[in-house]
């Protein structure tokens, strides 16, 4: 299931020619990105990203979304055909992250969400005895995918503290480990709050992509090990909410996947 469900642009609205449709019209998004149009080659792009990882556009899904926006913009005459407003390194990008047997979709433009969602996937072995066979998801595995969902975030305190709760959930020790994946988060955002350029910051991907590693024991994901969690992120953000596709996001969505697995 979305996360964040896309608002599809619609034609038969009356826009004036010089305001094209933004990436902030469709998306919860915001910053720089929020007042860019959306063109042509940047849903080319996302429509590619998502035949890649998933085999096909999803219908009503981002990519499809943007296409639609880029065509009434070129159509207005507001954006060109050969020029994309996407600018950065991490462009738009699909990233898909399997356990569980689910699948767990990050669509994103310029580091920023603009989808995130639960699919099943295709079961290897359809035999009465292999259907009741699941692997429930870790909370390591859990941090893994916030790796990959949010891989680009700069790690702060209001993510140290969600990391935090997991790693104390996973282990049942109510102290921070050093050397341990809580220890290396406090590191990095001590490190960033010092720190002025964004490029020298340390990120989620930098700290989370080996937590079942670092973690001394793990356990699967439950409802109130998730529960936990996204209240330390939530008491520890100024705005008093969750990252998309972050830890408690993460965590949340395991322990939806572990309570019934045949979603």
């Known amino acids: ?27 919860n998004v915001t910053g720089e990105l929020a007042s860019k149009a959306i063109a042509p080659l940047d849903a080319a792009a996302m429509q590619s990203a998502e035949t890649t990882v998933l085999g096909q556009t999803r219908r009503s899904g981002p990519a ?10 070129r159509r207005a005459g507001v954006v060109r055909r050969d ?19 689910e699948s767990w979709i990050t669509e994103a433009v310029e580091g920023q ?34 790796a ?14 969600a990391i935090q709760a997991a790693e104390r959930r996973a282990t049942g020790c109510n102290e921070t480990l050093p050397g ?27 700290v989370l992509s080996d ?11 439950s409802r109130e090990d998730a529960d936990r969690v996204v209240a330390a992120e939530m008491r520890n953000n100024p705005d008093m909410r969750t990252t998309p596709g ?7 969505a395991a322990a939806r996947v572990n309570e019934n697995p045949t979603i």
């Open 1 to 27: 299931m979305s996360q964040q469900q896309p608002r599809r642009p619609q034609p038969h609205q009356s826009r004036d020619h010089e305001e094209p449709i933004k990436y902030g019209d469709v998306f």
């Open 64 to 73: 499809a979304v943007m296409q639609s926006a880029a065509d009434v913009n």
């Open 83 to 101: 020029r994309t407003d996407v600018t950065g390194d991490e462009g738009v990008t699909v990233t898909k992250y399997t356990g569980g047997g």
């Open 113 to 146: 969400v603009v989808g995130q969602y639960i699919q099943p996937e295709a079961p290897r072995d359809t035999t009465p005895e292999a259907s009741f066979i699941t692997d429930p998801i870790t909370v390591g595995e859990a941090l893994e995918a916030a």
């Open 148 to 161: 990959l969902s949010a891989a680009d975030k700069p790690i702060e305190q209001s993510d140290v503290a």
């Open 180 to 206: 341990r994946v809580a220890a290396e988060a406090q590191s990095a955002a001590t490190w960033n709050s010092r720190t002025m350029r964004s490029e020298d910051k340390t990120t989620l991907s930098d």
């Open 211 to 221: 937590a079942t590693t670092m973690l001394p024991r793990d356990k699967a994901v």
């Open 246 to 252: 972050g830890v408690a996001a993460s965590m949340a």
